[in-house]
């Protein structure tokens, strides 16, 4: 699959893999689910934007992927895979768009979300949709950072880094070597990558990292690995 296609090609060509790999009953099942958490939490975060079609600066954008939004199906399946309660956790997504997953992450009960996402234009709706529910979650700071996710130094307060496929290969492989001296820390660290496409770099550059979810099939999507 194309990862910078742009919108309106990307999200058709989105639907057909979902329905090649999900069946139609499922991807429909999924596409109403969806819906109704974006009405339920009034936020908008909807669309496929390619990184050519955003105002980036960082250099890392040619390696970008485009911004589509976090399914709560599988967010909600990868959080069950975490063995513990998340009231006083941290959660960080690496390629924030819009900020799906941050308000997920809230839902689940965090205690602290954040953002870093390079688009400006992702991010300031991203402000806007968690001005709309920051009310709803008044045990939930959240962060928002605008900048490149490959400069930016993981803070140790953080217990779960979550991407979903935000980008190739080599961003990948530098992500993992900020990510590299928090997994080598005796707190434990969960990695959640969602449409995880470079898998083997984890492996290549953290060494053997825990896979949290045995069979990959029970959790479709998404890899869960500790330290
Ligand atoms: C597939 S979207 C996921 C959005 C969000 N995490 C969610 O789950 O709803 C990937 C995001 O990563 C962002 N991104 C890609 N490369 C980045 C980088 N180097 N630094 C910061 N953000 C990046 C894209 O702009 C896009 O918003």
Aim: glycine share 6%; with cysteine.
């Amino acid at each position: 699959m194309d990862f910078k296609q742009r919108g309106k090609f990307a999200w058709l060509s989105h639907l057909m893999y979902s329905i090649k790999h999900r069946g139609l009953a499922s991807t429909c099942s999924m596409g109403l689910k969806e819906w109704q958490k974006e009405r339920e939490l009034g936020i908008k975060t909807f669309g496929a934007h390619a990184p050519a079609e955003l105002s980036i600066e960082a250099d890392s954008k040619m390696g970008g992927h485009l911004y589509q939004p976090s399914s709560s199906v599988i967010f909600e399946r990868a959080m069950n895979a975490l063995p513990y309660n998340f009231s006083d956790k941290v959660f960080l997504d690496i390629g924030s768009g819009k900020g799906r997953a941050l308000i997920l992450a809230a839902e689940a009960g965090f205690k602290k979300v954040i953002g870093i996402e390079y688009a400006n234009e992702l991010n300031d709706i991203a402000y806007t949709n968690i001005e709309k529910v920051k009310s709803k979650f008044p045990k939930t700071e959240f962060v928002l950072q605008e900048g490149d996710a490959l400069q930016y130094d993981i803070p140790e307060e953080v217990d779960v880094i979550y991407f979903f496929n935000p980008f190739d290969e080599d961003a990948v492989r530098g992500l993992m070597l900020k990510v590299k001296p928090a997994f080598e820390r005796k707190k434990p660290i969960y990695l959640v990558y969602v449409h995880p496409v470079h898998c083997n770099v984890l492996e290549e550059v953290l060494g053997d990292p825990t896979s949290v979810v045995k069979n990959w099939k029970e959790i479709p999507d998404v890899a869960v690995f500790s330290n």
